[in-house]
Protein backbone atom coordinates (compact mmCIF):
# COMPACT_ATOMS: atom_id res chain seq x y z
CA UNK A 1 0.00 0.00 0.00
CA UNK A 2 1.33 3.56 -0.93
CA UNK A 3 1.97 5.43 2.55
CA UNK A 4 1.12 8.99 2.12
CA UNK A 5 2.42 12.27 3.46
CA UNK A 6 1.23 15.79 3.86
CA UNK A 7 4.53 17.84 4.37
CA UNK A 8 4.38 21.71 4.67
CA UNK A 9 7.51 23.27 2.38
CA UNK A 10 7.27 26.31 4.67
CA UNK A 11 7.89 23.59 7.85
CA UNK A 12 9.17 20.35 6.99
CA UNK A 13 8.77 17.65 9.27
CA UNK A 14 12.42 15.93 8.68
CA UNK A 15 11.79 12.95 10.06
CA UNK A 16 8.80 12.27 7.38
CA UNK A 17 11.71 13.07 4.94
CA UNK A 18 14.03 10.95 6.68
CA UNK A 19 11.57 7.63 6.34
CA UNK A 20 11.38 8.70 3.03
CA UNK A 21 14.98 8.57 1.94
CA UNK A 22 14.85 5.14 4.03
CA UNK A 23 13.11 3.92 1.08
CA UNK A 24 14.55 5.44 -1.81
CA UNK A 25 18.08 4.04 -0.18
CA UNK A 26 16.20 0.83 0.22
CA UNK A 27 15.66 1.08 -3.79
CA UNK A 28 11.66 2.31 -3.45
CA UNK A 29 9.71 4.71 -4.89
CA UNK A 30 8.42 7.90 -3.55
CA UNK A 31 6.68 10.96 -5.65
CA UNK A 32 7.64 14.38 -4.22
CA UNK A 33 6.74 17.92 -5.53
CA UNK A 34 9.26 19.79 -7.32
CA UNK A 35 8.26 23.45 -8.88
CA UNK A 36 7.46 22.38 -12.33
CA UNK A 37 5.35 18.81 -11.46
CA UNK A 38 5.24 16.12 -8.94
CA UNK A 39 8.09 13.39 -9.91
CA UNK A 40 8.41 9.75 -9.16
CA UNK A 41 11.52 9.46 -7.21
CA UNK A 42 14.24 6.53 -7.17
CA UNK A 43 17.69 6.02 -6.52
CA UNK A 44 19.17 7.39 -9.69
CA UNK A 45 22.27 5.04 -9.24
CA UNK A 46 20.49 1.85 -8.87
CA UNK A 47 19.36 -0.01 -12.34
CA UNK A 48 16.76 -2.59 -10.43
CA UNK A 49 15.04 1.12 -9.03
CA UNK A 50 15.57 2.08 -12.77
CA UNK A 51 12.89 -0.63 -13.89
CA UNK A 52 10.67 -0.21 -10.84
CA UNK A 53 10.21 3.36 -12.11
CA UNK A 54 9.28 2.14 -15.68
CA UNK A 55 7.17 -0.52 -14.51
CA UNK A 56 4.76 2.31 -12.53
CA UNK A 57 4.30 4.62 -14.85
CA UNK A 58 4.03 2.08 -17.93
CA UNK A 59 6.75 4.09 -19.61
CA UNK A 60 8.75 2.32 -22.50
CA UNK A 61 12.16 1.71 -20.82
CA UNK A 62 14.25 3.51 -23.96
CA UNK A 63 13.11 7.05 -22.81
CA UNK A 64 15.42 8.07 -20.11
CA UNK A 65 15.10 9.86 -16.69
CA UNK A 66 16.40 12.66 -15.15
CA UNK A 67 19.01 12.41 -12.53
CA UNK A 68 18.02 15.28 -9.85
CA UNK A 69 20.74 16.74 -7.28
CA UNK A 70 20.54 19.24 -4.70
CA UNK A 71 24.18 20.78 -4.73
CA UNK A 72 26.05 21.94 -7.58
CA UNK A 73 29.34 19.62 -6.04
CA UNK A 74 27.58 16.72 -7.05
CA UNK A 75 26.97 17.58 -10.65
CA UNK A 76 30.48 16.49 -11.81
CA UNK A 77 30.07 12.68 -10.07
CA UNK A 78 27.75 12.43 -12.96
CA UNK A 79 28.29 14.48 -15.17
CA UNK A 80 31.56 15.01 -17.62
CA UNK A 81 32.87 17.87 -19.27
CA UNK A 82 31.70 20.93 -17.71
CA UNK A 83 32.12 24.07 -19.43
CA UNK A 84 32.19 27.34 -18.36
CA UNK A 85 29.05 28.06 -20.07
CA UNK A 86 27.36 24.82 -17.53
CA UNK A 87 28.66 27.32 -14.73
CA UNK A 88 27.08 30.27 -15.67
CA UNK A 89 23.66 28.76 -16.26
CA UNK A 90 24.33 26.47 -13.00
CA UNK A 91 25.19 29.91 -11.04
CA UNK A 92 22.05 31.84 -12.95
CA UNK A 93 19.47 29.02 -13.35
CA UNK A 94 19.59 26.53 -10.48
CA UNK A 95 18.23 25.65 -8.03
CA UNK A 96 15.13 25.87 -10.77
CA UNK A 97 13.19 24.90 -13.59
CA UNK A 98 16.41 23.75 -15.91
CA UNK A 99 17.82 20.58 -17.26
CA UNK A 100 20.87 20.30 -18.84
CA UNK A 101 22.44 16.95 -20.61
CA UNK A 102 25.66 15.99 -20.19
CA UNK A 103 27.55 13.29 -21.22
CA UNK A 104 27.73 10.46 -18.03
CA UNK A 105 29.89 9.18 -15.54
CA UNK A 106 30.53 5.65 -15.30
CA UNK A 107 28.58 5.95 -11.85
CA UNK A 108 25.14 6.59 -13.51
CA UNK A 109 23.98 2.96 -15.08
CA UNK A 110 22.03 2.92 -18.37
CA UNK A 111 18.67 1.56 -16.90
CA UNK A 112 18.40 5.33 -15.39
CA UNK A 113 19.53 7.08 -19.01
CA UNK A 114 17.75 3.87 -21.57
CA UNK A 115 20.59 3.33 -22.64
CA UNK A 116 22.26 6.35 -23.67
CA UNK A 117 25.68 7.56 -22.98
CA UNK A 118 24.36 11.01 -22.23
CA UNK A 119 22.98 12.15 -18.77
CA UNK A 120 19.79 14.79 -17.92
CA UNK A 121 20.52 16.25 -14.57
CA UNK A 122 18.26 18.73 -12.72
CA UNK A 123 18.27 20.32 -9.92
CA UNK A 124 14.63 21.35 -8.22
CA UNK A 125 14.49 24.42 -6.30
CA UNK A 126 11.38 23.13 -4.44
CA UNK A 127 12.45 22.59 -0.56
CA UNK A 128 10.63 19.08 0.16
CA UNK A 129 12.46 18.12 -3.02
CA UNK A 130 15.55 19.20 -1.91
CA UNK A 131 15.74 17.50 1.41
CA UNK A 132 14.15 14.49 -0.31
CA UNK A 133 17.21 14.31 -2.22
CA UNK A 134 19.90 15.04 0.63
CA UNK A 135 17.96 12.34 2.61
CA UNK A 136 17.70 9.99 -0.88
CA UNK A 137 21.54 9.85 -1.11
CA UNK A 138 21.94 12.73 -3.11
CA UNK A 139 21.02 11.58 -6.75
CA UNK A 140 17.22 11.09 -7.41
CA UNK A 141 15.50 9.78 -10.77
CA UNK A 142 12.27 11.45 -11.25
CA UNK A 143 10.22 11.49 -14.15
CA UNK A 144 6.94 13.53 -14.03
CA UNK A 145 4.84 10.84 -11.56
CA UNK A 146 1.92 10.10 -14.09
CA UNK A 147 0.85 7.06 -15.71
CA UNK A 148 2.39 7.49 -18.96
CA UNK A 149 -0.21 8.83 -21.52
CA UNK A 150 -1.84 11.02 -18.97
CA UNK A 151 -1.22 14.69 -18.27
CA UNK A 152 1.82 15.46 -15.79
CA UNK A 153 0.69 15.39 -11.83
CA UNK A 154 0.21 19.20 -10.74
CA UNK A 155 -0.99 17.69 -6.89
CA UNK A 156 -0.59 15.10 -4.95
CA UNK A 157 -4.28 13.94 -5.82
CA UNK A 158 -3.35 13.74 -9.36
CA UNK A 159 -0.14 11.22 -8.22
CA UNK A 160 -2.17 9.06 -5.94
CA UNK A 161 -5.00 8.94 -8.97
CA UNK A 162 -2.79 7.28 -11.23
CA UNK A 163 0.22 5.47 -9.04
CA UNK A 164 -1.76 4.38 -5.78
CA UNK A 165 -0.88 1.14 -5.19
CA UNK A 166 2.15 1.12 -7.33
CA UNK A 167 4.69 3.66 -5.41
CA UNK A 168 5.92 3.23 -1.71
CA UNK A 169 5.01 6.81 -0.71
CA UNK A 170 3.30 10.01 -1.58
CA UNK A 171 4.53 13.03 -0.06
CA UNK A 172 1.81 15.89 -0.47
CA UNK A 173 3.16 18.94 -0.53
CA UNK A 174 0.39 20.84 -2.08
CA UNK A 175 -0.25 22.74 -5.67
CA UNK A 176 3.14 23.12 -7.76
CA UNK A 177 4.23 26.30 -9.02
CA UNK A 178 4.86 26.52 -12.46
CA UNK A 179 2.92 23.32 -13.73
CA UNK A 180 5.26 22.29 -16.75
CA UNK A 181 8.19 20.15 -16.73
CA UNK A 182 11.53 22.32 -17.05
CA UNK A 183 13.37 23.53 -19.90
CA UNK A 184 15.91 20.55 -21.26
CA UNK A 185 18.82 22.04 -22.24
CA UNK A 186 21.99 20.26 -24.78
CA UNK A 187 24.86 20.77 -23.51
CA UNK A 188 26.29 18.15 -25.34
CA UNK A 189 26.17 20.16 -28.75
CA UNK A 190 27.63 23.47 -29.67
CA UNK A 191 25.45 25.90 -29.37
CA UNK A 192 23.50 24.31 -26.39
CA UNK A 193 19.91 22.89 -28.15
CA UNK A 194 16.54 23.86 -26.26
CA UNK A 195 15.19 19.85 -26.71
CA UNK A 196 11.97 20.66 -24.67
CA UNK A 197 10.38 24.15 -23.67
CA UNK A 198 9.69 25.08 -20.21
CA UNK A 199 9.28 28.44 -17.84
CA UNK A 200 13.48 29.26 -18.96
CA UNK A 201 13.06 30.63 -22.71
CA UNK A 202 16.10 30.91 -25.02
CA UNK A 203 15.69 34.70 -24.54
CA UNK A 204 16.27 33.92 -20.96
CA UNK A 205 19.49 31.27 -21.61
CA UNK A 206 21.14 33.91 -24.11
CA UNK A 207 21.35 36.77 -21.51
CA UNK A 208 24.09 34.30 -19.70
CA UNK A 209 25.77 32.51 -23.01
CA UNK A 210 25.74 33.62 -26.71
CA UNK A 211 23.40 31.17 -28.28
CA UNK A 212 21.15 28.83 -27.73
CA UNK A 213 19.03 26.58 -30.67
CA UNK A 214 16.06 25.15 -30.63
CA UNK A 215 15.05 21.69 -31.95
CA UNK A 216 12.55 22.16 -34.66
CA UNK A 217 10.36 19.31 -33.94
CA UNK A 218 8.95 20.92 -30.85
CA UNK A 219 7.93 24.13 -32.58
CA UNK A 220 4.48 22.21 -33.65
CA UNK A 221 5.71 22.61 -37.59
CA UNK A 222 4.96 19.37 -39.28
CA UNK A 223 8.02 17.53 -39.47
CA UNK A 224 9.24 13.91 -40.56
CA UNK A 225 12.56 14.48 -37.54
CA UNK A 226 12.25 12.27 -34.33
CA UNK A 227 12.63 15.11 -31.65
CA UNK A 228 16.32 14.73 -30.16
CA UNK A 229 14.69 14.40 -26.47
CA UNK A 230 13.66 10.78 -26.70
CA UNK A 231 10.17 11.32 -24.48
CA UNK A 232 9.02 13.77 -26.64
CA UNK A 233 7.76 11.55 -29.34
CA UNK A 234 4.87 10.03 -27.44
CA UNK A 235 1.40 11.93 -27.40
CA UNK A 236 1.68 12.24 -23.85
CA UNK A 237 -0.38 14.57 -22.25
CA UNK A 238 -3.10 13.15 -23.84
CA UNK A 239 -6.68 13.76 -22.42
CA UNK A 240 -8.98 11.12 -23.23
CA UNK A 241 -11.53 13.61 -25.41
CA UNK A 242 -9.87 14.31 -28.65
CA UNK A 243 -8.76 17.67 -28.58
CA UNK A 244 -8.55 20.26 -31.61
CA UNK A 245 -6.81 23.95 -30.69
CA UNK A 246 -8.72 26.76 -32.96
CA UNK A 247 -6.34 28.96 -34.53
CA UNK A 248 -6.83 32.98 -34.91
CA UNK A 249 -7.12 36.08 -33.26
CA UNK A 250 -9.09 35.96 -29.85
CA UNK A 251 -11.91 37.21 -31.60
CA UNK A 252 -12.31 34.67 -34.34
CA UNK A 253 -11.02 31.68 -32.49
CA UNK A 254 -14.07 32.79 -29.97
CA UNK A 255 -16.33 32.35 -32.80
CA UNK A 256 -15.82 29.37 -34.29
CA UNK A 257 -15.07 27.44 -31.53
CA UNK A 258 -18.67 29.04 -30.74
CA UNK A 259 -19.73 27.32 -33.82
CA UNK A 260 -17.82 23.82 -33.30
CA UNK A 261 -19.86 23.65 -30.11
CA UNK A 262 -22.89 24.34 -31.58
CA UNK A 263 -22.50 21.66 -34.41
CA UNK A 264 -20.89 19.23 -32.38
CA UNK A 265 -23.91 19.55 -29.53
CA UNK A 266 -26.97 19.15 -32.41
CA UNK A 267 -24.71 15.99 -33.27
CA UNK A 268 -25.30 14.83 -29.77
CA UNK A 269 -21.78 15.09 -28.79
CA UNK A 270 -20.44 16.63 -25.18
CA UNK A 271 -17.95 18.93 -25.95
CA UNK A 272 -15.39 20.89 -23.57
CA UNK A 273 -14.08 24.52 -24.32
CA UNK A 274 -10.82 25.81 -22.87
CA UNK A 275 -11.06 29.72 -22.30
CA UNK A 276 -9.78 32.33 -20.70
CA UNK A 277 -10.76 34.78 -17.97
CA UNK A 278 -10.77 37.30 -21.31
CA UNK A 279 -13.11 35.59 -23.28
CA UNK A 280 -14.73 32.78 -20.92
CA UNK A 281 -18.30 35.25 -20.95
CA UNK A 282 -18.57 34.90 -24.73
CA UNK A 283 -19.19 31.20 -24.34
CA UNK A 284 -22.47 29.55 -23.20
CA UNK A 285 -22.72 26.05 -24.56
CA UNK A 286 -20.61 23.02 -23.37
CA UNK A 287 -18.11 22.32 -20.11
CA UNK A 288 -16.87 25.31 -20.44
CA UNK A 289 -13.17 25.98 -18.16
CA UNK A 290 -11.14 28.55 -17.68
CA UNK A 291 -7.62 28.00 -17.98
CA UNK A 292 -6.36 30.99 -16.35
CA UNK A 293 -5.18 34.75 -17.87
CA UNK A 294 -4.13 36.00 -21.04
CA UNK A 295 -2.54 38.98 -19.27
CA UNK A 296 -0.57 36.64 -17.36
CA UNK A 297 0.48 33.34 -18.91
CA UNK A 298 2.10 31.93 -15.70
CA UNK A 299 -1.71 31.01 -14.67
CA UNK A 300 -2.12 29.25 -17.60
CA UNK A 301 0.74 27.15 -17.43
CA UNK A 302 -0.32 26.42 -13.72
CA UNK A 303 -3.60 25.39 -14.57
CA UNK A 304 -3.39 23.24 -17.72
CA UNK A 305 -3.04 19.68 -16.24
CA UNK A 306 -5.21 20.23 -13.99
CA UNK A 307 -7.90 21.06 -16.76
CA UNK A 308 -7.31 17.90 -19.12
CA UNK A 309 -7.48 15.99 -16.15
CA UNK A 310 -10.72 17.93 -15.32
CA UNK A 311 -12.27 16.70 -19.07
CA UNK A 312 -11.31 13.04 -18.38
CA UNK A 313 -13.37 13.11 -15.54
CA UNK A 314 -16.25 15.16 -17.23
CA UNK A 315 -16.26 12.91 -20.07
CA UNK A 316 -16.32 14.79 -22.76
CA UNK A 317 -15.75 13.50 -26.63
CA UNK A 318 -14.55 16.28 -27.81
CA UNK A 319 -12.48 19.56 -26.81
CA UNK A 320 -11.68 22.25 -28.33
CA UNK A 321 -9.22 25.10 -27.14
CA UNK A 322 -8.24 28.57 -27.91
CA UNK A 323 -4.30 29.02 -28.69
CA UNK A 324 -1.74 31.52 -27.39
CA UNK A 325 0.97 33.04 -28.47
CA UNK A 326 4.49 31.92 -28.94
CA UNK A 327 6.04 33.84 -26.34
CA UNK A 328 7.80 33.40 -22.58
CA UNK A 329 6.19 30.68 -21.23
CA UNK A 330 3.53 30.30 -24.00
CA UNK A 331 5.95 28.44 -26.23
CA UNK A 332 6.33 25.85 -23.63
CA UNK A 333 2.01 26.24 -23.34
CA UNK A 334 1.57 25.39 -27.05
CA UNK A 335 4.04 22.64 -27.06
CA UNK A 336 2.33 20.53 -24.62
CA UNK A 337 -1.31 21.83 -26.34
CA UNK A 338 -0.35 20.42 -29.24
CA UNK A 339 1.29 17.58 -27.88
CA UNK A 340 -2.21 16.72 -25.80
CA UNK A 341 -4.13 17.52 -29.74
CA UNK A 342 -1.67 14.93 -31.41
CA UNK A 343 -1.10 18.03 -33.32
CA UNK A 344 -4.65 18.58 -34.31
CA UNK A 345 -5.05 22.19 -35.13
CA UNK A 346 -7.89 24.23 -37.13
CA UNK A 347 -8.02 27.39 -38.75
CA UNK A 348 -10.54 29.70 -36.93
CA UNK A 349 -10.95 31.79 -40.53
CA UNK A 350 -11.56 28.62 -42.50
CA UNK A 351 -13.99 27.59 -39.61
CA UNK A 352 -16.23 30.79 -40.02
CA UNK A 353 -15.68 30.64 -44.07
CA UNK A 354 -17.74 26.94 -44.08
CA UNK A 355 -20.22 28.16 -41.65
CA UNK A 356 -21.49 30.70 -44.28
CA UNK A 357 -22.59 28.06 -46.60
O1 LIG B 1 10.29 19.24 -14.61
C1 LIG B 1 10.76 18.12 -14.86
O2 LIG B 1 11.75 17.95 -15.58
C2 LIG B 1 10.06 16.92 -14.20
C3 LIG B 1 10.28 17.02 -12.69
C4 LIG B 1 9.77 15.81 -11.96
O3 LIG B 1 11.63 17.25 -12.42
N1 LIG B 1 10.55 15.69 -14.74
C5 LIG B 1 10.24 15.26 -16.00
O4 LIG B 1 10.71 14.01 -16.33
O5 LIG B 1 9.59 15.93 -16.77
P1 LIG B 1 10.14 13.15 -17.55
O6 LIG B 1 10.78 11.83 -17.39
O7 LIG B 1 8.67 13.19 -17.55
O8 LIG B 1 10.73 13.85 -18.80
C6 LIG B 1 12.12 13.73 -19.05
C7 LIG B 1 12.43 14.13 -20.46
C8 LIG B 1 11.98 13.10 -21.47
O9 LIG B 1 11.42 13.76 -22.60
C9 LIG B 1 13.30 12.43 -21.82
O10 LIG B 1 13.27 11.85 -23.08
C10 LIG B 1 14.28 13.56 -21.71
O11 LIG B 1 13.83 14.27 -20.58
N2 LIG B 1 15.66 13.10 -21.45
C11 LIG B 1 16.13 12.52 -20.33
N3 LIG B 1 17.42 12.18 -20.47
C12 LIG B 1 17.79 12.56 -21.71
C13 LIG B 1 19.00 12.48 -22.46
N4 LIG B 1 20.09 11.92 -21.95
N5 LIG B 1 19.01 12.97 -23.71
C14 LIG B 1 17.88 13.54 -24.24
N6 LIG B 1 16.71 13.65 -23.58
C15 LIG B 1 16.67 13.16 -22.33
MG1 LIG C 1 6.71 13.11 -18.24
Given at each position: ETIIRKVDKHNIDMQIMQEAGEILKKGGLVAFPTETVYGLGA????EEAAKKTYAAKGRPSDNPLIVHIATLEDLEKVAKNISKDVEALANRFWPGPLTMIFEKTDIVPYGTTGGLDTVAVRMPSDPIARELILAGGGFVSAPSANTSGRPSPTTAEHVSEDLSGKIDMIIDGGSVDIGLESTILDMTVNPPMILRPGAITAEMFEEVIDHVTI?????????KKAPKAPGMKYRHYAPKAKLTIVEGNIREEVLAIRQLVYEAIRQGKRVGIIATNETIAYYTNGVIKNIGSRENEETIARNLYAILRDFDAEEVDLIYSESFALQGIGKAIMNRLEKAAGHTRISAQAVMKYQKY
Open positions: NALDDETILGIET
